[in-house]
Structure formats: C-alpha cells, structure tokens
C-alpha cells in the first residue's frame, strides 16, 4: 500500500443524508442496548437495591472495612470508621418509589451498556478517519470502557460510602436526619457516573494530543493548575475533610500524569511522521 493510500480513508464520502442515516442507526443500537440492560436490571429489583443500591448504607459495607484500615495504616486514627448509620431513607411522594426503580434501572443501564456505545460511536467516526488514523487509534474504545468502568467502581466504592456517611449524619439542631429516597437515589447515580466520565481523561487527552490542541510541555506547565482544580473537584463531590479529599485526589491526579505520558507518546509519532 502505498503512502497516499494509507492517508486516505478507506470509505466513499457520504452525503449529509448519509451520515444523518448513520447517526439514527448508531443512536438505534445505543438505545437499544440501553433499554435491555435497563429492563433486566428492572426486573431484578431486589438485587438491584438492596445489594447495589443500599449496600452503602449498611454498616459491614465493604468499603467502611477498608477504609478503616487505610485510617489506622495513615495514622488517623478511626477517622475513616463508620460506628454507626442513623439516617432514615423515606417516600414521602405516591410515584416516589416507582420514579426510583425507573431511575436506577436507566442509570445502570447506560453504565452497563457503555461499551456497546463506545462501539457505536467508533463505528460512526472510523469511516472518516485516514488508515494511519484508524490503525493509532485501535483499542481507544476498550481502554475508555476500562477507564470507565473503573472510574465507576472507584466512585462507589471509594466515594459513595465517605459522601453518604458525611452527608446523611450532618447535624444541623435538632432536624431529624430523614433522608428521600430520591436524593438518595441522585447523590449515588451522580456521584458514580460523574467519577465513570472524570476517568476519561486520559481518552480525552489522548484525542487533544492527536490534534494537536494540547502539548506534553504545555500539560507540565499547567500540572499546577490541575492539581487546583483536582483538590476543588475532590472537595465537591467528597466530605469536607482533607483525608478523603486526598485519597480520592490521588487517582486523578495519576489519570493527569498518564495524560502526559500519553501525550508525550503522541508528540513523538507526529515528530518521526514529519521527519520521515
């Protein structure tokens, strides 16, 4: 194959029917691979809240017994420990109930589905990529799945049980700690997602760094700014205590130090491509 052969994409140009077309086609497929997880989560109600949902609600969670662990091997003491969970969980509307299990079920099956959707969004942009694009680029789906899912686990296990445990025992007088099941619903949807998509970084910076947008030199300048923003990211979606804020700090700020790494990468291939 020849140089100019390999630069071209391997495709016909399609008209803007076409890729309207291609777009209904891969927002079909997501949907519906969203829609069957949704569906069998749905049906195992059970499982689905009382082992997944509530799980962090119970005191011999597993993450309480490691993050205890972590408390006396760091020297704080039972910082991290949880002795006891006060709070109530209550409905307080007729759909209340309901509108959670719709809820819960559709959260989880995007997150369950996501690979499916990294798959159709890939096969939507691959055919106007060159070959040496396409060939760079294999296994960027897999590892944004990885990442993703990762980032999910790490919010639940990591994050979910220290924002709940804050959150659902802050006194303020004497106001009863009674919790809607909704706001409850919401603070562990968001919180999981939102760490599923912050784990992205490295996928995002890979795609800026192939087009040129962002630097290798240009992400060690700013490595002091990120570390900003990180803590503040960190102080928002965790307890307001410098212990948590570091320990969920830590993994981000290594996902920023492969970013470079990536980039870096990145840079070389383009400086052998331009001297070649």
Known sequence: MSPLDQEMPDEKEMSFFDHLEEIRKRLFYSGISIFAAATILFIQKDWLFNTVLFGPRNED???????????ELIGVGDKLCVKEITYELINTSMTGNFSAHIVVSLVGGI??????????????IKPALKNTEKKAAQGVGAASSTLFFLGV????????????QFLGHYELGDVAARIGVMSYVKTVSTISFSAGLIFQLPVLIFFLARAGVVTPK?????RKHALV???????????PDITSQIMVSLPVLALYELGIVIA????????KKMSS
């Open 61 to 71: 969670f597993i993450s309480f017994r490691v993050w205890c662990k972590i408390s």
């Open 111 to 124: 997150i369950v589905a996501f690979p499916i959707i990294t798959m159709q969004l890939w096969a939507f």
């Open 153 to 164: 686990a790490f919010g639940y296990w990591g994050i979910v049980p220290l924002s709940l």
């Open 218 to 222: 240009g992400l060690k300048k700013y």
């Open 229 to 239: 923003g990180i803590l503040v990211l960190s102080a928002i979606i965790t307890p």
């Open 264 to 271: 870096r990468r990145e840079e070389k291939r383009r400086e």
